[in-house]
């Protein structure tokens, strides 16, 4: 059977008209059934309570000048050390790149420098030196060289490490502060504060991840700088006492910190070791 054109364009414009209104009624209902049921709010409040977004993007800097002033002005109360590449965190977040750069590579390159010249075989060192005394007194200079520096990085990471808790408590601060904004909103139905409270909440969470990211490599880097200085500590131990005992390879004097280092300098044996080598000659 064939329809006219007439025909065919009143069926086609009927079936378009029939499909807008059923998604017109179909949109219409759901929005007076959240206005009239309390059901349907409370889900809406646990979907909103639940939307802990973690967001990490690399706007740090100006987040923090839209949240109340949530990153403080730089430090200027840091320790005066000569510690180089030394930086607050305030001013990481005023430039991220370079910021971290100080705050991470600068930190990884001195533990590792540090764990170098604790590796030194001081035996071999003396043994091949043309002076011993003046070997021995130079590798005592620099070991309190670094032993000091590191006390001064140790010092200035417990104030980072302050810092960043103050801002992780200023960002959980901003974040519930929007969240109460967004809450307020929905609950009366008014857009009026929404984009800002959003973008708040965003800010806020990008710079709490930050801050906890930050934190774990503190806290990483203060274990290894103290595990580095007790080290040093004994071999400092171990080569001041027995300074005149090592340039002339006799006497040894035995630190109160242990005989670890000692055996490591091969300026004590056990018992066991001495027969074991003196049977192999």
Excluded: C
């Excluded at 646990?46 to 923090?64: Q, R």
């Amino acid at each position: 059977m064939a329809f006219t054109p007439e025909i065919k364009n009143f069926i086609k414009n009927t079936i378009i008209f029939t499909l807008i209104f059923a998604v017109v009624i179909h949109f219409s209902w759901e929005y007076f059934s959240s206005l009239s049921g309390s059901s349907a709010q409370a889900h809406n409040n646990a979907n909103f309570e639940n939307a802990n977004i973690s967001y990490v993007g690399n706007s740090a800097t100006a987040l923090s000048l839209r949240i109340g002033g949530i990153i403080p002005q730089k430090n200027t109360n840091l320790s005066n050390n000569s510690v180089d590449n030394i930086i607050s965190i305030a001013e990481v977040l005023n430039n991220p790149v370079a910021g971290q750069e100080k705050l991470i590579a600068s930190n990884m390159a001195a533990i590792t420098a540090y764990a170098n010249i604790l590796k030194t075989d001081i035996v071999a060192m003396l043994d091949t030196a043309a002076n011993r005394q003046a070997s021995l007194d130079n590798h005592i200079s620099l070991l309190k060289s670094y032993y000091l520096k590191t006390q001064e990085r140790l010092n200035i990471i417990g104030e980072q490490k302050t810092e960043v808790q103050s801002l992780l408590t200023n960002a959980t601060n901003a974040q519930n502060t929007a969240k109460n904004t967004l809450q307020n909103s929905y609950n009366v139905f008014e857009y009026s504060g929404v984009n800002s409270a959003i973008n708040d909440y965003l800010d806020a969470k990008n710079l709490d991840s930050r801050m906890k990211i930050y934190a774990i490599y503190l806290d990483r880097f203060e274990k290894s700088y103290l595990a580095l200085q007790n080290k040093n500590r004994k071999i400092l131990d171990a080569l001041m006492n027995n300074r005149e005992g090592i340039i002339r390879k006799s006497m040894v004097v035995i630190p109160d910190t242990g005989t670890d280092i000692i055996k490591e300098l091969g300026l004590i044996q056990s018992e066991a070791d001495y027969k074991a080598k003196q049977a192999l000659q």
